[in-house]
């Protein structure tokens, strides 16, 4: 059986912002983007306010389920 994680796009909530104010706004849902080696260095790569993906500690974020139609919408969005 196929791993969904690689299929189903993930999402975190911003818990923590402190250093990057322009960069991540708190309590705002993130498409994380697999990065295995980030994800070993305690790190998560994630579509931030420029529209690009970066590097962020993976402390300033908690992982989320979403439905499949908030899913759905957030992946039309990005």
């Known amino acids: 059986m196929r791993d969904t994680r690689l299929r189903s796009p ?6 923590n ?4 104010p322009a960069s991540l706004e ?3 849902i ?3 983007v697999p990065d295995e080696e980030a994800a070993a260095d305690g790190d ?3 579509v931030d ?5 970066y590097l962020y500690s993976a402390s300033c974020f908690a992982p989320i389920t ?4 908030v899913r ?3 992946v039309h969005a990005s």
């Open 10 to 15: 993930r999402f975190v909530v911003c818990i």
């Open 17 to 20: 912002n402190e250093g990057y």
């Open 26 to 28: 708190l309590h705002k």
């Open 30 to 32: 993130y498409r994380v």
């Open 44 to 46: 998560i790569r994630v």
């Open 49 to 53: 306010e420029s529209g690009e993906d």
């Open 66 to 69: 979403v439905p499949p139609t």
């Open 72 to 74: 759905k919408s957030l």
